[in-house]
């Protein structure tokens, strides 16, 4: 075989392997997000149709009591379960990091949940606070405590990965650093807050943007620990969708929520996305 | 991802305040961690009466499997009442192939992507990337539609390609990555050697990359086996995996509701993963490292 025709063949070689990607480009990011984003621009009922209707379908969605509660709903879990499991996250790992007993033995228990589904995660939570057995005996629940129900079950499912992350970034701070301090007579807890939290930014965003990227997706978790109720107290925006593709034969509206979500997520992942190609390409 | 070398030995013995302060911080953490394993176990092992009468967290007084045996092969799906093996099964068809074609996959474009100059390529691990962030629920009801369009409509081969492709990212970034770091020596080598593509794919870089493929399986296998939403909407009712499964027999129950074997169904939908989990070690942090970096 002459070399130029084996370079060909090689380079047909590294397209072919690079199809099935690129059908995923093509048919799934591209082709689904423009469809999904047409659609919640039509009429489109049970089946899809293509008259247009302008924005209607959002207007529609933003006079929607359960949807509004969904919206509601995802920014009270949502502030409420990053803050927490960042905080739980961050002084698990250090206290993790002072050089600790049995340090593998506390970090399996404490990353385990994450290993588990959130349908387990719902199903272990919803017994534990059930109103009749459960610590709910104490709690009491009611309609509008229970999005804090599924924050706890949230928190004990994600803070182990924070801890991960946390202790990652931890380890990977220069030890001389706290010689500096000892010699200044810095007490540690200025040292933390001061120097190390700093340090740990990366780790902090990506954290952050790890577990604001699950609380759009929250689905599972709702679904089988409450099912959205009592009521409609605790439905989220994935579990609209869900509903009003498959129940509710809704398309225009299931769309446009999902759109609306799309759009809370490029919000959040862009400047995350742009931050990090700058640092990389600054380096 | 280990950090530098922590000092090991004989530590000096000085158990300050804080010290006794730090570590009953690090107990009641772990047992409010522990809590929920131990309690789905516990309630597992009861009697109904026992769990109407009892304490949520007191110890079985006199154990039974039976709820364990009856979640397994008997537990009811509204009128079914097979079990939840049924789901187990499924989700084992379902896994089997998932993991195998999605680690393929995503290994062929990571080393294409790596080694090989295609038009295009740029953009295309930056969709990737951007697109692991993304809901399904902007994907899903159009990817039904073309799945019906094919013919393919909801079955086992469907879920196998959505896991494929949803897997994607995340496993082309993996094994970018990874043969990226690989010296570039080793791949012009092989081509002066005359090793086309695919030959230097399966000859070099998978025997090579034999750490990620361990990491790649370990993601897979939790990933999907944890699997929810997808397996609802594109399985089919015949495929259903083992969390659909679970939580209808948990949440569709008409009538009183069997604690203890919704407990042993949820025991056992859980133990494949921390299996893994446990079996694997910091295998599984390198695997959810792996994938924090993603984007």
């Known amino acids: 075989m002459s070399a130029s025709r084996f370079r060909i063949s090689s380079r047909l070689s590294a397209a072919s392997a690079l199809l099935p990607a690129f059908l995923v480009m093509g048919v799934v990011y591209i082709g689904s997000t423009s469809w999904t984003v047409w659609m919640s621009l039509t009429s489109s009922r049970m089946l899809p149709s293509n008259a247009f209707v302008g924005l209607r379908q959002y207007e529609i969605l933003f006079s929607n009591d359960r949807w509004l509660t969904s919206v509601h709903n995802l920014v009270v879990f949502g502030l409420m379960f990053v803050l927490a499991s960042l905080a739980v996250g961050f002084l698990l790992a250090v206290a993790i990091d002072q050089k600790v007993r049995a340090e593998d033995t506390l970090r399996s228990v404490f990353l385990y949940p994450y290993a588990m589904s959130f349908v387990v995660t719902g199903l272990v939570w919803q017994w534990l606070l059930n109103p009749t057995h459960g610590i709910q005996k104490l709690v009491r629940g009611k309609p509008d405590t229970v999005i804090y129900c599924l924050v706890i079950a949230g928190v004990w499912h994600a803070a182990g990965l924070v801890m991960a992350i946390m202790l990652a970034g931890l380890r990977g701070i220069d030890e001389d650093i706290w010689k500096a301090a000892r010699v200044d007579g810095l007490p540690a807890w200025r040292v933390y807050v001061s120097i190390v939290v700093p340090m740990l930014g990366a780790s902090f965003a990506t954290a952050g943007v790890l577990l604001s990227t699950s609380v759009v997706r929250l689905y599972d978790l709702s679904v089988s620990m409450t099912n959205g109720g009592p009521g409609i107290s605790s439905e989220v925006p994935a579990k609209f969708v869900m509903d009003h593709l498959f129940e509710r034969a809704n398309i225009g509206l299931a769309t446009a929520a999902a759109t609306t979500m799309l759009i809370t997520v490029v919000s959040v992942v862009a400047p995350y996305m742009y931050w990090r190609v700058r640092k990389a390409g600054v380096r | ?295």
């Open chain 2, 1 to 295: 991802m280990s950090g530098p070398v922590t000092p090991r030995g004989p530590r000096p013995a000085r158990t300050s305040p804080a010290r006794w302060g730090l570590y009953a911080f690090l107990l009641i953490t772990a047992l409010f961690f522990l809590a929920p394993l131990y309690v789905m176990l516990v309630t597992s092992l009861k009697s109904m009466d026992e769990i109407r009468q009892g304490n949520i967290v007191a110890l079985p007084v006199s154990l039974t499997l039976e709820p364990w045996i009856k979640a397994w092969s008997s537990a009811c799906t509204g009128l079914n009442c097979t079990g939840i093996r049924v789901g187990f099964f499924n989700s084992v068809k379902i896994l089997v192939p998932s993991v195998f074609v999605s680690i393929i996959i995503g290994s062929l474009t990571g080393y294409a992507l790596s080694f090989w100059r295609v038009r295009g390529a740029t953009l295309l691990f930056g969709a990737m990337m951007s697109v692991a962030f993304i809901p399904y629920q902007i994907f899903i009801y159009p990817l039904v539609r073309v799945f019906s369009f094919v013919g393919l409509g909801q079955s086992l081969l469907t879920i196998v390609i959505i896991h494929t492709i949803f897997g994607l990212p995340t496993m082309t970034l993996l094994f970018r990555n990874y043969f990226a770091s690989l010296p570039p020596e080793l791949f012009k080598a092989a081509r002066v050697d005359g090793a086309g593509f695919y030959q230097i794919y399966a000859r070099i870089m998978m025997p090579m990359a034999t750490p990620m493929i361990i990491v790649a399986i370990i993601l897979q296998v939790t990933g999907i086996w944890n699997d929810f939403i997808l397996g609802l909407v594109f399985a089919g009712r015949e495929n259903l995996p083992m969390t659909v499964q679970l939580n209808n027999i948990v949440n569709s129950t008409q009538g009183e509701r069997a604690y203890n074997v919704d407990m042993a169904a949820t025991m056992l939908t859980a133990l494949l993963p921390l299996i893994v989990y446990f079996g694997s070690g910091r295998w599984f942090v390198r695997g959810i490292a792996a994938g924090a970096v993603k984007g």
